[in-house]
């Protein structure tokens, strides 16, 4: 059974092409629908992998669109698209499965269908699941079965009619459209809307003049409305308000249309009629109708809070019993999703107080969802109200009968209601002597409590565990699960007691009212073990679901893991409130530390602050642990792109490193900003310096550009010969045809001002030789021509 749907719709007008995309659920799990619809003609095709799972569906166009498509996707689907030859393509990648299907056939329109295995369609639905494809089946056909066609026609087959009891047709003479239309009234009012529909159609066949068109059309609008057959509403509405405009309906015609154009997905449409109904009719009940429906529509859009805004409004304002309750009942779902079950336990109780029976006779299926909504919040007491209110309109011949008087009593006893949850128990022992629950409820009239014993920690466990098994939701299984978390707890077993938070979330508060506690003991035990073992994901992920804030002792941990997790402000906040520490040493090490994080978050103008006290703290020890900030000190002026203090601040680093590996790319920093300023004795400098790492290390990470750029500031000081030590470095390393070329015309070049002309001669042609159609192939051949 269909329990909720969430639609999530977006429309793209591209030419005469309309993609469109609808999210639901079926049976609780969610699916998404995508809809490519065009006035010609298509084609779409899968493509499989090795195993027979499509990786994704592509759709051609002759036409492209006049504005470029971003990229689209919801949890299903990933959408995008190209131009090829002048073909538009869309192309549909899948987050789980998906699988296409050519509409070919209207079933509103089309009388014959058949099995169509189509190339080109007019329109394409693809569906996107997670492990079963909601609705449809697939059946494997034999290739050589006859693919019937199927006519869903009553005069295309013999038809007879009723029969009397001889089996002689029966002749039935009308008395008119009066009481015809009565009996479609009859059958709207006890919701049997097939018929009800049947009947609409053959009245309107019957008498296409009758005084009662609009009534009829107008209850026909209302069923479609009940079955979300939107646009079959919409068909009628238009013409209902142009040949009705002033029936006394039209005030709830507006706001069923409006309604319908936003199940659609044509939400200007919908504007335009929600305006005219609370312009036109703002005195109507319906003008308050309209209010629920747009907010209707904001909710499944993801503005609740606008939509909650409305509700609230309009419970507020409106003297309509029907409309205050749906309103407060929209509240109410909002409230729980929320998690704020007190407050929508107070909506509940005023629909109970106001029309008890709303919850079976219109929100039978939503009202048993919420009831067990209230159920998961710990709210014992409003679902019981609920299944309440559910069980006395309901009678036996509902499956969830028996359940529900079950679920009155054993509620009620989780909750301070005690005497009512005898009551309920009592009557449900009454009328079910032999029901199917009669151990739950007769073990919750027991409501036995447990007794102390001597037994060691082992066998109360399997003790509380037996208990649980065999008295589940009930106040002996309660008792099990708290008496077992307790003992998890006190055995340090704290990652076994913090597993049990569901469970113990299900308790009655107010009869174990420090479950709170225990669960933060729990959490709190399972952060100090993580931080033992350092797993430092747990470490983060319990300290912040439960707000978990240790003493001092375990600030090292804590700061560790933050940093490892990027967890900065955590880490902030620890090494924050360590700054002022008395300990020399401890003020170094948590100084230290917040430049890290401000240096992570780029909070640069504290990291140069922080710095400079930190500096003063360890210039005299050359071994301190905290050398590093000379490092964090450049990395910052380098980021804030000041060259000055770049430059200066590179010195400090070569005078403490002295040449170190890790700073290699600070160097090619340095000769960059050389290069920048023309400074070729700063390129050179750092490019020497680099080498130098590069050679001692037998890596050279910065290869080419350190030599190309050497080669450069050497040319540039006319030292010719440096210049051709630095680019001869490169005929050992692997280069790209391109840099191989520049590499072999720059030696070429250089040789040529030491007058080694045949030398030069040869590089200019290996420079041709490595990528003949380069830029310095065509100079090495201007400079060979020379």
């Known amino acids: 059974m269909l329990k909720a749907i969430l639609l999530i719709f977006l429309s793209l007008n591209l030419f005469a092409l309309d993609i469109s995309i609808q999210g639901a659920k079926e049976n609780h799990q969610a699916y998404s629908t995508l809809h490519l619809n065009d006035k010609d003609k298509f084609l779409c095709q899968e493509f499989k992998d090795d195993f027979g799972v499509i990786i994704k569906i592509v759709c051609a166009f002759p036409k492209s669109p006049s504005q470029k498509i971003q990229k689209l996707q919801n949890s299903f689907f990933e959408i995008e698209t190209e131009v090829k030859k002048n073909t538009f393509f869309v192309i549909i990648k899948p987050f789980e499965k998906m699988k296409l299907f050519p509409m070919v056939f209207n079933l509103t329109k089309d009388e014959t269908l058949f099995s169509a295995n189509v190339d080109l369609s007019n329109h394409w639905m693809i569906v996107g699941y997670k492990d079963k494809i909601p609705y449809i089946e697939k059946h494997e056909k034999s290739e050589a079965s006859i693919n019937f066609p199927y006519t869903a026609t009553e005069d295309k087959f013999p038809y007879v009619g009723s029969l009397d009891i001889q089996g002689n047709p029966v002749h039935i003479k009308r008395v008119g459209d009066v009481t015809e239309y009565i009996k479609i009234k009859k059958l709207y009012e006890e919701k049997n809307y097939e018929y009800a529909l049947e009947l609409i159609d053959d009245v309107i066949k019957e008498y296409p003049n009758s005084l009662f068109m609009a009534e009829l059309l107008f209850y026909k609008m209302k069923v479609y409305s009940k079955i979300e057959e939107s646009e079959k509403l919409i068909e009628i509405a238009k013409h209902y308000l142009k040949e009705y405009s002033s029936d006394e309906n039209v005030a709830e015609v507006l706001s069923l249309l409006a309604k319908s154009y936003n199940k659609v997905g044509l939400s200007s449409d919908a504007d335009y009629f929600f305006d005219r109904l609370f312009s036109e009719h703002a005195d109507s009940v319906y003008a308050k109708w309209g209010h629920i429906y747009m907010a209707e529509s904001l909710e499944l859009s993801g503005s609740v809070q606008k939509a909650q805004a409305i509700y609230e409004k309009i419970f507020k304002e409106t003297d309509n019993v029907a409309v205050a309750v749906e309103a407060a009942f929209k509240l109410a779902k909002i409230h729980i999703g929320n998690s704020k079950a007190k407050k929508a336990a107070e909506y509940i109780q005023k629909i109970i107080a106001a029309k008890p029976k709303y919850f079976s006779q219109e929100m039978y299926n939503p009202s048993i969802d919420m009831m067990y909504e209230f159920l998961d919040n710990s709210d014992y007491e409003s679902a019981a ?184 402000p955590l880490a902030k906040k620890i090494a924050d409130r360590n700054l002022k520490s008395k300990d020399l040493e401890q003020r170094k090490k948590w100084l230290y530390r917040y430049i890290k994080v401000d240096f992570a978050t780029g909070n640069y103008s504290n990291v140069i602050e922080a710095s400079k006290e930190l500096i003063s703290l360890i210039e005299s020890d050359k071994n301190s642990a905290y050398k590093d900030v000379y490092r964090y000190i450049f990395d910052t002026y380098h980021r804030l792109e000041n060259t000055p203090k770049m430059i200066e ?30 400074d070729n004795n700063l390129v050179i400098e750092y490019g020497e310096k680099v080498m130098n790492i590069q050679k001692t290390s037998a890596s050279r990470p910065q290869s080419p550009f350190v030599e190309f750029t050497l080669y450069q500031a050497y040319i540039e000081k006319e030292n010719y010969n440096k210049a051709l030590d630095a680019i001869k470095l490169l005929n050992s390393f692997e280069l790209n045809k391109n840099q191989r070329a520049r590499q072999k015309y720059l030696l070429g070049s250089v040789l040529e001002k030491l007058w080694k002309d045949e030398e030069a001669s040869k590089a200019y042609q290996e420079a041709i030789n490595a990528d003949p159609a380069s830029a310095w192939a065509k100079l090495a051949k201007s400079a060979k021509g020379l």
């Open 385 to 568: 109200a609920i299944a309440r209110v559910l069980f006395e309109h309901i009678d036996s011949s509902y499956e969830e009968y028996e359940e529900l008087s079950k679920n009155i009593g054993i509620w009620l006893s989780k909750s301070e209601k005690k005497k009512e949850a005898l009551v309920a128990l009592n009557r449900y022992i009454e009328l079910f002597p032999n029901g199917t629950y009669i151990e739950d409820v007769q073990a919750a009239k027991d409501s036995l409590f447990f007794d102390v014993n001597d037994e060691n920690a082992t066998t109360k466990l399997a003790t509380y565990d037996k208990l649980m098994s065999e008295y589940s939701k009930d106040n002996i299984g309660n008792r099990a699960i708290y008496e077992k978390a307790k003992l998890l707890i006190e055995q340090s077993m704290f990652a076994k007691a913090l597993n049990m938070e569901p469970e113990l979330l299900k308790l009655d508060s107010a009869e174990y009212s420090d479950i709170p506690k225990l669960i933060t003991d729990a959490a709190i035990g399972v952060v100090k073990q993580s931080l033992k073992e350092k797993e430092c994901n747990k470490v983060l992920s319990v300290s912040s679901k439960y707000k978990i804030e240790l003493s001092a002792e375990w600030d090292d941990g804590i700061y560790e893991c933050a940093m490892k997790g990027a967890n900065f």
């Open 649 to 678: 601040s590179i010195n400090t680093v070569v005078k403490v490193y002295q040449n170190d590996y890790l700073d290699i790319d600070r160097y090619v920093a340095v000769m960059a900003v050389g290069s920048n300023k023309k």
